[in-house]
């Protein structure tokens, strides 16, 4: 069956969009620039490579601010630990030492996923039936032919199908991808006037051989005025492998 559907972009949406189709009984395909799917969700191992319990992107998620995804999370079976906060926080103003506060419960509980948040991708991946996603596939330009769109990929193909769901986030898709018809001015200047959230942030793991800061005790969490890393926080594995990760912005 040739697919109605086509997706563009293998990150968590383009998944959850794919899952929805599949459960729909609707056919679609998948296609995904990079060599692995996820996007912006990326969890490593200890070593900074393959897949592991250690995000580099997002690794909070809030249940009952994000129901559907508290309830995939439930429903796929996937296990959920609430992160770390007990202890006190560190928080450098300017460029003296830091100062110790005590302890800030955070509400609502932020809730990390065992094994990663990747472990999600690997769960909706697994959801659907094979064949249904290509890797490596750069969409480039959509055009509207007489039955639905013609969908240029950067190696030259050109797929045919009824309907296309986009799943990049704005801003990109507006820099990669043409339209022929174009699309009106002012929905690209929407596109290029939307953030993309957390783009100018990087993240850094350091993993150690045993939580240091719970034994005087600090919870690991730490703010700076000053930076690089501006916020740090306990990223210790559901395991007990003992991390932290600190978070950078870039602009
Ligand atoms: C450091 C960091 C920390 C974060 N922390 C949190 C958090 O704790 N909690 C939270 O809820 N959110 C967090 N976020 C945000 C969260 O990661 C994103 O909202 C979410 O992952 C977006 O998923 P997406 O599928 O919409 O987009 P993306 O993940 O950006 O997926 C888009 C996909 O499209 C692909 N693509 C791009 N161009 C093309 C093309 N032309 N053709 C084909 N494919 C293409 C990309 O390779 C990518 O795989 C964080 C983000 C970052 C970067």
Not at 5 to 14: P, R
Not at 45 to 60: E, H, R, Y
Not at 68 to 82: H, K, L, R, T
Not at 93 to 105: L, T
Request: aromatic letters at 8%; hydrophobic letters at 45%.
């Amino acid at each position: 069956m040739s697919p109605q559907v086509l997706i563009i972009g293998g990150g968590l949406s383009g998944l959850t969009a794919a899952r929805a189709l599949h459960l729909a009984g609707i056919p679609f395909h998948l296609i995904e620039a990079r060599d692995r799917l996820g996007g912006r969700i990326l969890s490593v191992d200890a070593t900074g490579s393959g897949v592991g319990a250690f995000d580099l992107g997002p690794s909070w998620f809030w249940p009952g601010m994000q129901p559907s995804f508290g309830d995939f999370v439930q429903e796929a079976g996937i296990a959920s630990f609430s992160q770390r906060d007990e202890g006190d926080l560190l928080f450098q103003r300017g460029h003296g030492p830091a100062q110790r506060y005590p302890r800030m419960r955070q509400e609502p509980v932020s809730m990390r996923i065992c094994g990663g948040t990747a472990a999600l991708i690997t769960a909706l991946a697994r959801s659907l039936p094979p064949g249904v996603i290509s890797l490596n596939t750069v969409a480039t330009h959509l055009a509207l032919n007489s039955t639905g769109i013609d969908v240029t990929t950067a190696d030259g193909q050109v797929l045919s199908v009824a309907q296309v769901m986009v799943a990049l986030p704005p801003r990109l898709l507006a820099a990669q991808i043409g339209f022929d018809p174009p699309m009106p001015a002012a929905v690209t200047r929407l596109w290029q006037d939307t953030p993309t959230w957390m783009a100018p942030h990087a993240k850094f793991v350091a993993v150690y051989d045993r939580a240091f800061w719970r034994e005087v005790g600090l919870s690991g969490a730490a703010r700076s005025q000053v930076g690089p890393l501006v916020e740090i926080h306990d990223a210790t594995t559901a395991d007990g492998q003992a991390a932290l990760f600190g978070m950078c912005h870039f602009g």
